[in-house]
C-alpha cells in the first residue's frame, strides 16, 4: 500500500512549503518536520481529529500522520466544541486544535483503538450534504492519491509551478491544492490571508504564485475588486470549483487571462470523489460557460436514466453517475465504519445532466434532496432535522441560491433567530435562508410533504415585494453588478441623468411616488411594500451628499448666468460678477469624472467595450434628443433661424445655451473608448490624454479657422470652449480624484494635475495680469482660446465649490426644505433642458438691472419650485402641471428604452 505523502524525499531539496513570514520547508525538511511533529503516534497509530488551520503545524499534522498510517478525521477550526457529538461517535484517539488550542496533538486514550479502522483509510471529512451531522465521507490513501494525480495532469502541474492555501484546508477543495502539488513536487504558500486582505496581492507577488483558485464567491469579489488589472505575471493559472459560477463570470476571467497568456479552469466534484470528478479544458470555457466539462483522466461519467439505464444521446437528461479509482470508500455514521473496505467504484451523485453535442457535460437540475450554497452541499433533511431539534415544525426546500423553510405562524417570531441559527451551523451567508409562515404547513393528498407549495408561497412573496428585480434594474442602470444595502442611490453613482429614468422605475414598480427614495439606503427601499401607501415615508435624516450638493451649487450657477442674459442683466453688472458663474461648467466635468471612478475604477468590467457601449451610448442619445428639444424652442422662440438650428444638431454651430449638453454628448459617446483605455493603461492613460492635447494647444489655438464643428471637437482655432479634449481635462481630474476616494493607486494623479493648474495659473497671470484674466474669464474669451489659464481656474473653482459642498453636507439633513434648497442638483439634466427650454420660448426684454435681477430671481424659484415637485407623490406648487411635464419629458428623452417591468 503507498500511503499519501509517502514520497516526499524523492523531492530532495526543492522548495515545497513557503511560510507566510517567509521561511521555506524544502521537501526533504517537510517530511522530517512532519514525522517528528507526528513521532509519538507513529509508534502507537490511532485516530486523530485534526482541526485544521492553513498554518504550518496544521499541515506538518495531517502530513505527518497520513506518513504514520493514521487515519485523519479533518475538521475546521472549533468543529469539536460546536459538532460534540462527532468526538463522542468517533471517540479519536488524539486531537489537534490548530487555531486556538497548543498547537500539539494531544492524546487522548492510552491504548488506540487501532484495530478498529481499515489499514488503507487515510482521510474522514464532514460530507458537504451532511449539515453537521455524524456522517463522514472515507477515503483511502488510494482514493486521494490517484484523484491528485488526476489533477496534475489536466492541469499539467510542473514542479516550478506554486500555490497558495486561500481556501480552508478541511475544504476538500483546500485539501486537493495541497496533495496535487506535493505529489508533483510544486510548492506551496502557507498563509491565513483570504482574498478581500490587500496584503495578500503583495504576497503571491513576492512569493510568485503561479496558481490561484477559489469558490463562485471568491470570483465574484475578484470580478468587482479590480483583480483583473492586477499585474501578477507569474500567475498563469486559476481554478474555480464549489458551485456554480455564472456563465458571464466564466467568460469573463476566460476572456481576460486568455489574453494574458493564461488559463483558467472551471471543475465540478464532491467530497465522495476526493474530489474532483470533472474539469472544463480552458479552450471551451467561453464558448461553453455553462458546462461542468469532461471527467477527469482515470474516470468515467454515464448519464442514466430513472431505471438505471444509459442514456447515451446528446441533450437527453439523466443522473449523472462517476466511476474511478478516487471514488470514496463509503460513508461512516460510527467508529466501528471505520473498518470496513472499499465500497463500489461508483457515485450516484444526485445531479441532473445532459451531454451537449460536442461531449461536453452540463448541470440542469438536482435529482436528490440537497442544495448547494456557498460551495456546501447541504442535506435538506438535515436542515429540518435541526430545526425540529428545537420543536419546531417545518419543511426545508429551495435551490443553489435560496434555502427555503416553511414554519407554522405562531413560530414566525422566532424566525430571525432561526434564520442565524441556520446559517451559522451550516456556515452560509445569513441573506442565503429564507424563513416562511403558513398557517399550516402544505401537505399533499398522500400527507406527505407539499414542497412545490412551498417554493411557490416564495416565489409569490418575491413577485410581490420584487426586491431583486427592481435591485437588479437599478444596478444594471447605474452600471453596476450588485449594490449595498447601505448605499444610496447617490452614494452609488447616481447622477442626474440616470435619476429620471431611475425615479420612472421606482414610480412602476410599487405603483406610486416614493418621497425621497434616492435617500432611502437600498435595503431599507427595496423592502418596501409595495401594496403600501409610502406617501408618508419618510427615510431616517441624515447628512446629504456633498457631491449632490455641489451639482446643485453649478447647476444653479449655469441657469443663473442664462437668466441674466436672458433678461440682459450682465450689461448691468461689473465685469468680476461674472467669475462666480464661470465655475459651472468646469464644475459639471469634475464632478461627471467623480462619477465615473465611482463606478469603473478598478472593475473588471471597465475593460470591455461592448458593456460599456451598452451603457454609454444611451446616455449620450438622450443627451441629444435634450439638445434637440432646447433647439427646437429656440427656434420657436426666434432666438435661432432653421438654418442655425440644423448646422446646431450637426455641432456646427452652437445653438443656444447647448454647450454644456453638447459636450455631454460627446463625453458619453467617447466614454468606451476612453475609460478602457484609462483602465488598461493605469497611470499613463490619464496622462496620454491630458499631455497630448496641451502639448498640441500652442499650435492649434492659432490656426485661423472659422469651423465651429472642428474648434469644438479638436480646438482647432478659438470658435468655441472648452473643446472637447481640454473639456476631458475636467473629467480626467474628477475620474483621478474619484480613484482616490476609491483608494485607487492613481489617486495621486489628482494631486499632480493639480500641481499642474498652479503652474497654468502661474503662466496665465504672468501673460494676463490679474485685470486680463478677470477681464478674460467673465467674457469667455479665454475659455473659447481653451488657454490654460481657464483650465487652472476651473480646476480651482471647482474645488472651492467641492470644499463647500463637503462643508454643507455636514450641517445639511436630508429634509424637505433641504430637498427643496439643493432640488436642482437631484435633476440637473431636467433643471437644464427645461430652465433653457423656457429661456429659449421666453422673450428677451430689456428691463434694467433691478426688474432684470426680480424677473431672473422669479425664474430660478420657479425652475427650483418645479423640479422639487417631480420628486414628490403629490406635487407641492403646480398641480397636474408638474405631472404633465413629466409626462412630456419621459416622452421626449426615454421613448424606445425605457424597461420593462419584470412583474407585468
Not at 119 to 131: D, F, H, K, Q, V
Not at 427 to 449: D, H, M, Q
Not at 855 to 863: D, R
Request: aromatic share 10%.
Amino acid at each position: 500500500m503507498t500511503r499519501l505523502f509517502s514520497n516526499l524525499e524523492s523531492f530532495g531539496n526543492s522548495v515545497a512549503l513557503v511560510c507566510q513570514d517567509g521561511s521555506e520547508l524544502n521537501y526533504r525538511e517537510l517530511a522530517e518536520r512532519a514525522d517528528l511533529f507526528c513521532r509519538n503516534m507513529a509508534a502507537n497509530p490511532g485516530l486523530l481529529a485534526l482541526e485544521a488551520s492553513n498554518d504550518l503545524e496544521s499541515i506538518l499534522a495531517l502530513i505527518g500522520a497520513c506518513r504514520a498510517n493514521c487515519p485523519v478525521l479533518l475538521l475546521g477550526p472549533g468543529d469539536l466544541e460546536q459538532k460534540s457529538h462527532i468526538q463522542g461517535i468517533f471517540r479519536p484517539d488524539y486531537i489537534f486544535r490548530g487555531e486556538e488550542g497548543a498547537k500539539v496533538i494531544e492524546p487522548q486514550s492510552d491504548s488506540p483503538e487501532r484495530e478498529r479502522y481499515y489499514p488503507e483509510l487515510a482521510l474522514m471529512l464532514s460530507t458537504s450534504g451532511s449539515a453537521g451531522s455524524a456522517k463522514l465521507v472515507r477515503l483511502s490513501h488510494q482514493n486521494l492519491i490517484s484523484n491528485a494525480h488526476s489533477i496534475i495532469e489536466y492541469l499539467d502541474l510542473k514542479p516550478e509551478d506554486r500555490a497558495v492555501t486561500n481556501l480552508p484546508l478541511h475544504y476538500s477543495f483546500g485539501l486537493s491544492i495541497l496533495t496535487s502539488h506535493l505529489l508533483c513536487g510544486a510548492s506551496l504558500l502557507s498563509t491565513s490571508l483570504s482574498i478581500v486582505d490587500e496584503e495578500i496581492w503583495e504576497l503571491l507577488e513576492t512569493k510568485k504564485v503561479s496558481s490561484l483558485s477559489g469558490v463562485p464567491r471568491t470570483y465574484e469579489i475578484l470580478a468587482q475588486n479590480g483583480f483583473l488589472d492586477r499585474d501578477l505575471p507569474d500567475l498563469k493559472t486559476m481554478t474555480q470549483a464549489g458551485g456554480k459560477l455564472e456563465p458571464h463570470l466564466v467568460e469573463l476571467f476566460a476572456n481576460k487571462l486568455s489574453k494574458a497568456g493564461k488559463r483558467f479552469f472551471v471543475m465540478y466534484g464532491q467530497t465522495e470523489a476526493s474530489p474532483r470528478i470533472s474539469y472544463l479544458p480552458p479552450d471551451y470555457a467561453s464558448s461553453d460557460s455553462d458546462s461542468i466539462g469532461q471527467s477527469v483522466p482515470g474516470g468515467r461519467i454515464r448519464i442514466v436514466d430513472s431505471e438505471g439505464n444509459d442514456i447515451e444521446q446528446a441533450n437527453t437528461p439523466g443522473e449523472l453517475v462517476y466511476e474511478g479509482p478516487n471514488v470514496m470508500m463509503g460513508y461512516a455514521t460510527c467508529r466501528e465504519d471505520l473498518a470496513k473496505g472499499q465500497g463500489p467504484s461508483e457515485l450516484k451523485t444526485g445531479d441532473i445532466v445532459i451531454r451537449k453535442e460536442n461531449g461536453l457535460f452540463k448541470i440542469v437540475g438536482r435529482a436528490s434532496r440537497f442544495v448547494k450554497l456557498a460551495g456546501l452541499r447541504i442535506s435538506l433533511d438535515d436542515v429540518e432535522r435541526i430545526v425540529k431539534e428545537d420543536g419546531t415544525a417545518c419543511l426545508a426546500t429551495g435551490d443553489d441560491r435560496q434555502l427555503l423553510i416553511a414554519i407554522e405562524q405562531g413560530d414566525e417570531s422566532q424566525s430571525g433567530k432561526l434564520k442565524e441559527k441556520i446559517a451559522q451551523k451550516l456556515k452560509i451567508p445569513l441573506p442565503s435562508v429564507s424563513v416562511l409562515p403558513f398557517a399550516e404547513l402544505p401537505l399533499l393528498p398522500s400527507g406527505k410533504p407539499d414542497y412545490v407549495s412551498v417554493k411557490n408561497e416564495a416565489k409569490r412573496q418575491a413577485d410581490r415585494q420584487g426586491s431583486s428585480d427592481l435591485r437588479s434594474e437599478i444596478a444594471t442602470l447605474l452600471g453596476r453588478d450588485s449594490l449595498q444595502d447601505h448605499e444610496t442611490f447617490y452614494n452609488a453613482g447616481g447622477d442626474s441623468l440616470s435619476y429620471i429614468e431611475a425615479n420612472f422605475l421606482v414610480e412602476k414598480h410599487f405603483g406610486q411616488a416614493v418621497p425621497s427614495w434616492e435617500k432611502i439606503p437600498f435595503g431599507k427601499l427595496f423592502a418596501l411594500d409595495p401594496d403600501t401607501d409610502h406617501s408618508g415615508e419618510v427615510s431616517q435624516p441624515r447628512p446629504l451628499d456633498s457631491l449632490f450638493i455641489a451639482r446643485s451649487i453649478a447647476i444653479a450657477l449655469a441657469m443663473v448666468s442664462h437668466a441674466f442674459l436672458q433678461f440682459k442683466v450682465w450689461g448691468e453688472l461689473p465685469e468680476f460678477w461674472r467669475l462666480f458663474t464661470r465655475a459651472a461648467t468646469p464644475t459639471f466635468l469634475i464632478i461627471f469624472g467623480i462619477g465615473l471612478a465611482r463606478n469603473y475604477s478598478r472593475r473588471a468590467e471597465a475593460k470591455d467595450l461592448k458593456l460599456l457601449a451598452s451603457r454609454f451610448l444611451p446616455k449620450a442619445a438622450t443627451i441629444y434628443l435634450a439638445i434637440v428639444a432646447n433647439l427646437i424652442c429656440s427656434l420657436i422662440g426666434k432666438k435661432l433661424s432653421f438654418q442655425d438650428m440644423l448646422e446646431a444638431l450637426l455641432f456646427m454651430h452652437g445653438g443656444r445655451f447647448i454647450d454644456i449638453l453638447a459636450l455631454y454628448c460627446v463625453l458619453y459617446a467617447l466614454m468606451p473608448f476612453v475609460v478602457k483605455f484609462i483602465e488598461e493603461r493605469r497611470f499613463t492613460g490619464i496622462w496620454v490624454l491630458i499631455v497630448i492635447p496641451w502639448t498640441l494647444w500652442p499650435f492649434l489655438h492659432e490656426i485661423d479657422s472659422q469651423s465651429y464643428l472642428l474648434s469644438f471637437l479638436f480646438g482647432i482655432g478659438q470658435e468655441v470652449g472648452p473643446s472637447v479634449p481640454y473639456a476631458l481635462t475636467f473629467c480626467l481630474f474628477g475620474y483621478a480624484m474619484g480613484a482616490k476616494v476609491q483608494k485607487d493607486g492613481r489617486g495621486k494623479d489628482a494631486v499632480y494635475i493639480l500641481l499642474l493648474a498652479f503652474g497654468a495659473l502661474f503662466f496665465g497671470l504672468t501673460h494676463e495680469g490679474i485685470s486680463g484674466a478677470i477681464e478674460g474669464i467673465g467674457d469667455i474669451s479665454l475659455r473659447r482660446e481653451n488657454h490654460p489659464l481657464y483650465f487652472a481656474f476651473g480646476i480651482l473653482s471647482a474645488i472651492v465649490i467641492l470644499l463647500l459642498a463637503k462643508g454643507l453636507a455636514k450641517f445639511t439633513k436630508d429634509s424637505e426644505n433641504a430637498k427643496l434648497a439643493f432640488g436642482l442638483g437631484a435633476n440637473s439634466i431636467f433643471s437644464f433642458t427645461f430652465g433653457n427650454m423656457v429661456l429659449n420660448l421666453g422673450p428677451t426684454p430689456y428691463t434694467g438691472l433691478l426688474p432684470g435681477l426680480a424677473l431672473s430671481a422669479a425664474f430660478m424659484l420657479g425652475l427650483t419650485m418645479i423640479t422639487y415637485d417631480i420628486s414628490r407623490p403629490k406635487p407641492r406648487f403646480f398641480g397636474p402641471i408638474t405631472r404633465w411635464i413629466q409626462r412630456g419629458f419621459r416622452t421626449i428623452l426615454f421613448t424606445g428604452k425605457r424597461r420593462s417591468n419584470p412583474r407585468s
